[in-house]
């Protein structure tokens, strides 16, 4: 097995540096995937978020406790890359959450942020969190920010990044729940959408996924009880959430990330609840005025034992689960525990059942 190990550090603390505009080069057309459930086979993996690129036809995966990116190739079942951060990789109190493909410039978009507020009863905000933009025709990093720098210790929890059309990145805090933009260039970051009372006690939005013009986004609402699906006009200069009422009115509970399939063209919504499985909403006209709660998938879990969901991610044509074991202990010297093998586990068919059910 051909493997590199990147080490990524002349940006990391630099603030922006070689910063550009990137042109997309052509995006080629993966195949289509049709393995079913996959293992990947990587030791102290623990992924939190993954992201298709359809560019290389490749996966990017956070390795949450070890703050890196592996790079796994789906064809071949194989990883053929990790990318590590000096200073950060395997180094208290960091980790890589969110990773994302912006299909707009074929970048990878990461967040290195503090573990603290995840980690603290009351989400204490302490230490830097970091967004970095990586090139991976380059192997470089683009441009990296102290996203600190903004928040001043007030708010946190970074854990999603999300892109536009005209190259803004969005950087998703869930303590009490805010979302940043960073201008195209990487030259600048600056609040986009904060809630009116700032107390980082309180769990709010806790992932995001965009479609066209439109943001979507899961508010957990405290976990005082079901939470709530919201959309925001990423054309406009400040965010301003607008609740998508759902019909049947179902909880979703325990919320972390949301994602849009690509397959269905930004009309279905997947919504991870942690102990709870995925439930899928639907917007026929991809409007998101309202949206049609079709039901919730949670007889994977045999699969995925001792597990919670965090996040679903498609792989050209088939949609998985990224499920990840928050208490295995700790490997002592180490950052994260002795686990070896991660399933991604396939729940394309049931999302099909579920929409072939409500027509």
Known sequence: MLLHVLYLCAALFLGVANARSVRPSRQSECPPFTNGTVVIESYQLYPENADFDLNDCLLYIGALYNASVVVYDPYKAETVATLEFPGFTRTRPFHVGGVAWDPFTNLISILVDSAVPHETADHQISGDDYILRYDPAAREIVWSLNITDVSQGQYGGQQDVEHDARGHV???????????????????????????????????????????????????????????????????????????????????????????????????????????????????????????YLGRISDYATLAEGAVNTATVEISGTIYTVDEWFTDPIVNGTSAGNRTEFPLVDITSQIEELLAATP
């Open 170 to 292: 969005y950087v998703l805090g869930s303590y009490p729940g805010t979302i940043l933009r960073v201008e195209p260039d990487g030259s600048s970051i600056k609040p986009w959408y904060l809630p009116e009372v700032i107390d980082h006690t309180y769990m709010g939005i806790t992932g995001f996924a965009a479609t066209g013009e439109i943001l979507l986004a899961c508010d957990a609402l405290n976990n005082t009880g079901s939470g709530e699906i919201v959309k925001f006009d990423m054309t406009a200069d400040e965010g301003t959430p607008v609740l998508v009422p759902r019909t049947p009115n179902e909880e979703i509970l325990s919320l972390d990330a949301v994602y849009l399939p690509p397959k269905y063209g930004g009309t279905v919504l997947l919504v991870s609840e942690h102990d709870r499985g995925v439930s899928v909403l639907r917007s026929a006209d991809g409007k998101w005025e309202s949206a049609e």
